[in-house]
T-cell receptor, first 111, second 114 residues
Framework: GNSVTQMEGPVTLSEEAFLTINCTYT??????LFWYVQYPGEGLQLLLK?????DKGSNKGFEATYRKETTSFHLEKGSVQVSDSAVYFC??????????FGSGTQLTVLP | NAGVMQNPRHLVRRRGQEARLRCSPM?????VYWYRQLPEEGLKFMVY????????ESGMPKERFSAEFPKEGPSILRIQQVVRGDSAAYFC????????????FGPGTRLTVT
């Protein structure tokens, strides 16, 4: 079946530092890949997506590239802000139309 | 353009009671998904519904849990005879029929069983 493995947290960075959160997946066929962000006490918000190999999703300074050869979809941001502190979830959607999530990575950005 | 709405946001039930969680999808969305998030874990798929149909309930526990999405009104996730292990955040998501891979989430219902 489908599965998503993402970098365990928590991750603590200083403001303006570079962020990478690793995500790898196992899936049959050609899944779509997503990053969701969850702020404290809130639901998940779609951050970015990529639907085919070599696509780059980007939003709010975050980027991730769909790498089929390494089955990866790592999240990056060049300069994080305090307001980026949240839990980040990598997810995939295959033919079953359900999302399969990683376990989440807690990010804390210090001023 | 209202997003996905869930109510109640917080629900406390004693062991053995019933819990009813409601979800109103985004306007124009006809597909609803329910996920459960246990403490310190990611979300796990429970069930996928379209209007008046359960499409995939492969993630739903076999007993005590049921879901519906009637022709009129919100989708309901029902948990009978709740136990402490049912304490979790339950999230609903919706998608338009032709873009099932884009799911928009509600704020969740946090169920506490005492």
């Amino acid at each position: 079946g489908n599965s998503v493995t993402q970098m365990e947290g928590p991750v603590t960075l200083s403001e303006e530092a570079f962020l990478t959160i690793n995500c790898t997946y196992t899936a049959t066929g050609y899944p779509s890949l997503f990053w969701y962000v969850q702020y404290p006490g809130e639901g998940l918000q779609l951050l970015l997506k990529a639907t085919k190999a070599d696509d780059k999703g980007s939003n709010k300074g975050f980027e991730a590239t769909y790498r089929k050869e390494t089955t990866s979809f790592h999240l990056e941001k060049g300069s994080v802000q305090v307001s980026d502190s949240a839990v980040y979830f990598c997810a995939l959607s295959g033919s079953a139309r359900q999302l399969t999530f990683g376990s989440g990575t807690q990010l804390t950005v210090l001023p | 353009n209202a997003g996905v709405m869930q109510n109640p946001r917080h629900l406390v039930r004693r062991r053995g009671q019933e819990a009813r969680l409601r979800c109103s999808p985004m306007k124009g969305h006809s597909h609803v998904y329910w996920y459960r998030q246990l403490p310190e874990e990611g979300l796990k798929f429970m069930v996928y519904l379209q209007k008046e149909n359960i499409i995939d309930e492969s993630g739903m526990p076999k007993e005590r849990f049921s879901a519906e999405f009637p022709k009129e009104g919100p989708s309901i996730l029902r948990i009978q005879q709740v136990v402490r292990g049912d304490s979790a955040a339950y999230f609903c998501a919706s998608s338009p029929g032709d873009r099932y891979y884009e799911q928009y989430f509600g704020p969740g219902t946090r169920l506490t069983v005492t």
